[in-house]
């Protein structure tokens, strides 16, 4: 049985005040039946440990660099972000493939990376409005998916974010039956690379313009194991409307 997370990523937003959200939802959320996690940008994340405590709410980086240490200036390495009390990173979003040119290849490396310093890795897999268009929605996902996990893969050490690049902050969502197709063509390729067990193991969440109005309907959808969200993770009083639908 996969357990449900709710994730969110606050991007580039966020200063000490932000804080104040996380303390609320944590007051909110002192043994939640699903597991939550906040991925704030790299400049709050140990306070935000700190101030997590020892409350469920997990915390995460955004990015990492593929390599351990070194010569990189302005990126944060897994380790780093492990010593900052993260255990999750996203990686591959759409929008550090699209401003940054991430290769799957990247993603793939920087997983590996991520997952060797104990972190779960939460890996970004999107198509375009053109490629959804042109009917190349499951040749994209399934080319994402096979380059950008690594082998070793497992249900404790990666979780697979479907987020269709033209749903993101966009307030636009694909039918029920649209991320239906989707979920379970990405659960059938982890199955068939990774095994029965495994592949049954990892969890898929959806993101893109998820809010309390539609998160109900979104999680009764077949294989969707939670969700990634953007703009309404920011406030505690929107997320939690997320919260509360998937628990
Ligand atoms: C995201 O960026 O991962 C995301 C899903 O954003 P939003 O919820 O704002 O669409």
Redesign the pocket.
């Known amino acids: 049985m996969r357990r449900k997370l709710a994730a969110g ?1 606050w ?1 580039m937003n966020g200063t000490t005040i932000s804080l104040t959200e996380a303390e609320n939802l944590a007051k909110a959320y002192t043994s939640p039946s699903v597991d939550l996690l906040i991925c704030p940008p790299s400049t709050l994340l140990s306070r935000l440990s700190e101030t997590l405590g020892n409350s469920p709410i997990a915390t995460g980086g955004q990015d990492c660099h593929a390599a351990t240490s070194g010569a990189h200036t302005g990126d944060v390495s897994a380790e780093m972000l492990k010593d900052s009390g993260a255990t999750y990173v ?1 990686l591959g ?3 550090r493939r699209d401003t940054y040119d991430e290769e799957s290849e990247e993603v793939r490396a920087k997983a590996g990376t991520a997952m060797e310093n104990g972190l779960t890795a939460v890996v ?1 897999l999107g198509e375009s409005l053109a490629q959804r268009e042109a009917n190349n929605t499951l040749d994209i996902i399934g080319g994402q998916l096979a380059g950008s996990v690594p082998d070793g893969a497992t249900g404790e050490n990666l979780v697979i ?1 479907y ?1 269709p690049v033209w ?5 636009l969502v694909p039918t029920l039956e649209q991320i239906a197709e989707v979920h379970g063509f990405i659960r059938e390729r982890l199955i068939r690379r990774f095994g029965e067990e495994t592949g049954n193991a990892i969890r898929i969440l959806y ?5 309390a109005a539609n998160a109900t309907e979104i999680f009764s959808v077949a294989d969707v194991d939670g ?7 920011l406030k505690a009083s929107d997320f939690s409307g997320i919260i509360d639908a998937l628990e």
Request: proline share 0%; hydrophobic share 35%.
């Open positions: 990523n991007k996203i979003h759409s929008e970004c974010a987020e749903a993101i902050g966009t307030g993101g893109g313009s998820v809010k969700a990634l969200v953007g703009g309404a993770s």
